[in-house]
T-cell receptor
Framework: QKEVEQNSGPLSVPEGAIASLNCTYS??????FFWYRQYSGKSPELIMS????GDKEDGRFTAQLNKASQYVSLLIRDSQPSDSATYLC????????????FGQGTILTVHP | NAGVTQTPKFQVLKTGQSMTLQCAQD?????MYWYRQDPGMGLRLIYY???????DKGEVPNGYNVSRLNKREFSLRLESAAPSQTSVYFC???????????FGAGSRLTVL
């Protein structure tokens, strides 16, 4: 079992819709969770971090964390074509100090 | 400019050759990481160094060695390159306080 798994893509949504990206992790001791966005040919960039159960909102982005279910998600409201990218879930390990593991990524395409 | 610097940006090797990817950060971060990225595989952790003087294996360490030379520098060595090591390599460093991961621009390695 991979330590961090994301829902299989690619995901295609129309402009203005909500895009939902999901991620599960195996290390129950993990405390810190991140969503990164990566445009083709570029380095990943941080969108959101979340540490507590519940929702965290930042503009059009909402991260959701459920530690009991070992599940973290990212919602993108009012999706724009500029949101088209690969989204990567990352988890900072609890068992292994400092280990930061990524999922396989979900390719999102927002079509006009 | 503050950030993470990786060299070289591009490299072509023949099977069996060796090389070292260099990484340096000037943000006084404690933790540093090496990832590889292949199509559809997300970022896979090769090795990481949670703090100066320590290194640990990640998900895919076989065929690689690392050296945390000092707090600034973390190098990745391929002793005998194989075509399976053709990939884009990213170095990153992390601020333990803010938990922000900063990436280098990436190094594209081709092994023939």
């Amino acid at each position: 079992q991979k330590e961090v798994e994301q829902n299989s893509g690619p995901l295609s949504v129309p402009e203005g819709a909500i895009a939902s990206l999901n991620c599960t992790y195996s290390d129950r001791g993990s405390q810190s969770f991140f969503w990164y966005r990566q445009y083709s040919g570029k380095s990943p960039e941080l969108i959101m971090s979340i540490y507590s159960n519940g929702d965290k909102e930042d503009g059009r982005f909402t991260a959701q964390l459920n530690k009991a279910s070992q599940y973290v998600s990212l919602l993108i409201r009012d999706s724009q074509p500029s949101d088209s990218a690969t989204y990567l879930c990352a988890v900072l390990g609890g068992t292994s100090y400092g280990k930061l593991t990524f999922g396989q990524g979900t390719i999102l395409t927002v079509h006009p | 400019n503050a950030g993470v610097t990786q060299t070289p940006k591009f490299q072509v090797l023949k099977t069996g050759q060796s090389m070292t990817l260099q990484c340096a950060q000037d943000m006084n971060h404690n933790s540093m990481y090496w990832y590889r990225q292949d199509p559809g595989m997300g970022l896979r952790l090769i090795y990481y160094s949670a703090s100066e003087g320590t290194t640990d294996k990640g998900e895919v360490p076989n065929g690689y060695n690392v050296s945390r030379l000092n707090k600034r520098e973390f190098s990745l060595r391929l002793e005998s390159a194989a075509p399976s090591q053709t990939s884009v390599y990213f170095c990153a460093s992390r601020d333990s306080g803010a938990n922000v991961l900063t990436f280098g621009a990436g190094s594209r390695l081709t092994v023939l």
